[in-house]
């Protein structure tokens, strides 16, 4: 049998094991990214095909997010209890199988279900890169492991479109949903050869499910509360039930996190200011790329007549670009003020949405990538310097719930950033049953008003 402790693995392969299970945690990360982000060009084609509006097809972006945003606090007790690798293996087993099963679904529901339950595997897989690069790395080469691991994650959403709109132009749509089920049964066994076991084990302790099943009810009464507000005729009641049921959850979830001894949050973390900071600052983070991500394959199909392929290959450049740019935004985050290297990006960014909120039905295919370009190039100097800023200044045995916790922000943030891009959408201008130019616009100068004013919190961190 080998040995899979750290010394066994450096025996085996020297310095370069570290390097080896970055690659893996990678693949698991990019599967869900992957997942996440190439339904975005078939949502059109599933419109169509079963005759579903925009405001219900949204729930195979947000009920995935949702999902994962729930599952991912879940890892550090499984981190706990099973470790890296025998957690990530499972997760991206069942993930595989799940693909598989959603991709012959034959109505919204089934689809939707499937969707869920992707998500719910994703949010399990999604913490574990972040926590192993501060477990393996020394502090000073933390931001370089961020940015290399970075950079493989974000080829995902680079050929996800790109790979998505071939799938559905040459094949169907049905075919998206297959495409992560490979990348992930390599992940398995990467996982079985590469991840470490842990050095130990905490005593075992409970896990906090009521705490998982009040912050799920909390999401989704919250979530299908947005989705209502689209068709408020005769659902004025049912708004403001499931609005009220939505606060009474979160009430009793926070109640529960501050009274049980193994929290899902761990509430302490967030009252060091850093940390606290840096999760407002992820929350933006995840609504700049979950609600642009959703949003520009979506826009360039129904408002400017893009084929999929196209609003694929409209990614494409912008992917390539924040690929290169997280090696070196990686670098300046082990030496430079994270809030600087934050607020840049944001900047960036919420130019890059205003840019689109100001386009028109004749820019060229060209204008539209650049500007593509130029929030991606924003999005890459966040995240590096987000992780590092929020986790450097905790101890080894908080890492764990630390970057379950800015994970968690920052899926929360992606969550009802879809949402309200969806909702604005919605309430917006229609054509033909198809939302116009102008409800486009709204959107994505509701974007750009959020993420600028993220730079408020950002900007009170210290290094």
Sequence with gaps: MSDNTVEGLRARYGERWRW??????????????LSATVVNVALHDIMLEFGIRQGQVHWLATGFIAAMTTTMLASSWLLDHFGVRKTLAGAMFMFTVISVAGGFAVSPDQLIAARVAQGAMAGLMQPMGMYLVFRIFPREKRGQA?????????????????LGGFLVDQLSWR??????????????????RFLPLPPSRPAPYRFDLPGLVLLGATLALSLDTLNRLQELSGQESRVVIGGLLALLALGLFVLRERRTPHP???????????????????????????????????????????????????????????????????????????????????????????????????????WLALWTIVGRIGIGFMLPALSTGALNPLAPEELGAGSSTINFTRQLGGAFGVNMVALTIEFGEHS???????????????VAVFVAVAAIPVWKMRA
């Excluded at 961020?146 to 790109?162: E, H, S, T």
């Excluded at 075919?175 to 079985?192: K, N, Q, R, S």
């Excluded at 290297?341 to 919420?350: P, R, Y």
Aim: contains cysteine; hydrophobic residues 60%.
């Design 175 to 192: 075919y998206v949903m297959f495409a992560p089920a490979p990348v992930t049964l390599i992940g398995v066994f990467m996982a079985w």
């Design 432 to 446: 033909g049953g198809m939302p116009t130019i102008t409800a486009f616009h709204s959107a994505w100068w509701l």
């Design 20 to 33: 080896l299970a970055v690659a893996t945690v990678m693949l698991g990360t990019m599967a869900t990214v």
């Design 264 to 366: 899902l949050v761990n509430v302490a973390l967030l009252r060091k200011p850093v940390f606290l900071y840096a999760n407002l600052g992820a929350m933006a983070l995840g609504l700049a790329l979950f609600g642009s991500t959703y949003l520009i394959p979506l826009f360039v199909q129904t408002a400017l007549g893009f084929t999929a392929t196209e609003a694929g290959l409209l990614m494409l450049p912008a992917g390539v670009v924040l690929g290169l740019t997280f090696p070196l935004a990686g670098r300046l985050a082990d030496k430079q003020s994270a809030r600087k290297l934050v607020i840049f990006g944001i900047t960036l960014f919420a130019c890059s949405a205003a840019l689109f909120a100001l386009s028109d039905l004749s820019l060229a295919f060209g």
């Design 146 to 162: 961020m940015g290399i691991y970075g950079m493989g994650v974000i080829l995902a959403p680079a050929l996800g479109p790109v």
